[in-house]
């Protein structure tokens, strides 16, 4: 899920992946196509999706693929804890909500006045009370709302609190210290979970990028990936339907 700050053109991202080994993993999906599951992806080997913010061109890119016109977000400039809700923001003209996955953005900004300017910052004193009952409550609040698990978490801080546990279980997967044992156990299914697949997935590597940490100078790193500061999308939540 690319934030595409700087407006690259979708054609010299494409580049970029050229010239790499990852384009054999890429998935390319038609917008009236329903959505595989997870192990329908892991089986064909295309399990690389890919988003992005601005500057999309399905024409020329067809797996790069406009963000919101299938993924809609939750408000993310929070600037108070009690704030975190579960509205509809940033979605393309149009588009029928139900047949659209969503981000559940959960990340609190401080802000520092300087002069006329608002300069957000994130809050690593806050990220503990942030990222555990708070995440817990806002993730139950928006499965009500939508009738479905939020496909994308994304917070500030994903080693401190809860977050991990929390995806892990919204996946039923068992979680154990920071890493996903690679054990899926299929769970009922809810009413508001009505429209969701099931299954248990053959075990898969789950791999944490975090882009602070990262020393390469390419395209891919040079454009700001999700946010600049220690944040983590956590995903794979019951993300895709039958």
């Not at 991202?13 to 329908?40: F, G, V």
């Not at 809609?72 to 704030?83: K, L, M, Q, R, V």
């Not at 600049?228 to 019951?238: E, G, H, I, R, S």
Request: proline share 5%; aromatic share 10%; glycine share 4%.
């Amino acid at each position: 899920m690319w934030n595409n700050l700087y407006n690259i053109e979708a054609s010299k991202i494409a580049q970029s992946y050229e010239a790499s080994s990852i384009m054999p993993y890429i998935y390319t999906h038609e917008q009236s196509d329903p959505w595989p599951t997870l192990q329908e992806m892991i089986q064909s080997g295309k399990r690389v999706v890919n988003f992005i913010d601005a500057k999309a061109n399905e024409e020329q890119v067809p797996w790069l693929m406009y963000q919101f016109s299938r993924v809609f977000e939750t408000p993310f400039e929070n600037t108070n804890p009690n704030d975190f809700n579960c509205n509809v923001d940033r979605i393309a003209a149009g588009i029928d909500l139900s047949d659209m996955m969503y981000v559940m953005n959960h990340f609190l900004y401080g802000v520092i006045d300087i002069g006329p300017f608002k300069i957000e910052i994130p809050l690593r004193n806050k990220a503990k009370l942030i990222n555990s009952q708070l995440l817990i409550d806002h993730a139950s609040n928006c499965t009500e709302v939508f009738q479905r698990k939020p496909n994308f978490i994304e917070v500030d801080f994903y080693t401190v609190g809860e977050a991990l546990s929390l995806v892990a279980a919204l996946n039923d997967a068992e979680f154990s210290g920071t890493n996903l044992d690679g054990k899926f156990v299929a769970a009922e299914q809810s009413n508001a979970d009505s429209k969701i697949h099931k299954s248990n997935l053959s075990p898969t590597q789950h791999i944490l990028i975090d882009n602070t940490k990262s020393g390469s100078s390419s395209l891919l790193a040079s454009i700001n990936l999700i946010r600049t500061l220690p944040m983590f999308v956590l995903f794979y939540v019951n993300i895709l339907s039958t």
